[in-house]
């Protein structure tokens, strides 16, 4: 009669075995999820910090620009401390000048204004800076593009 009352009991004992494995597996996918979502808030708290300069920052950028027209005209040492401890600021903030200094024309960070006779695909000028913002393009460059054919003249 014993061997009759063990098999239900090990059939009973078997069933809970099983249900507790899959509650152990709900229970890990549960935290495993709830630690992501955890990582992700965070992710997006840190990202509204970061982010939320944004606006001002490109608010700033012409009012360094016509400090820049200013000490272009005024050669003065004054001002041009001003500029460059400006610059250092904004790049403090994550804010820095796109480079288009022979550079090959990059739409993702460039606007081509015009195309004009020179290599093919190369910025000839830059018309107004663009800045980056940490990993992001806060304002594209203007810029004129080669279009190939003749060389640019360079004055």
């Not at 249900?19 to 709900?26: D, F, G, P, V």
């Amino acid at each position: 009669m014993k061997k009759k009352t063990a098999r239900p009991q090990e059939a009973g004992l078997e069933k809970l075995r099983q249900e507790l494995a899959a509650m152990e597996t709900r229970y890990k996918r549960a935290l495993a999820d709830y630690q992501n979502l955890e990582k992700r808030q965070q992710n997006q708290a840190n990202d509204l910090v970061k982010y939320a300069a944004e606006s001002i920052l490109d608010k700033l950028i012409p009012v360094l620009e016509n400090l820049e027209r200013a000490q272009t005209h005024l050669n003065d040492t004054g001002l041009l401390m001003v500029i460059k401890q400006f610059t250092e600021v904004l790049a403090s903030e994550g804010v820095v000048r796109i480079d288009t200094e022979n550079a090959g024309f990059n739409p993702e960070t460039m606007d081509c204004a015009e195309l004009v006779d020179g290599p093919q695909n190369k910025v000839v000028a830059t018309i107004s800076a663009g800045y980056n913002f940490y990993d992001k393009v806060l304002r594209p460059a203007k810029v004129t593009v080669g279009k190939g054919g003749q060389k640019a003249i360079k004055n």
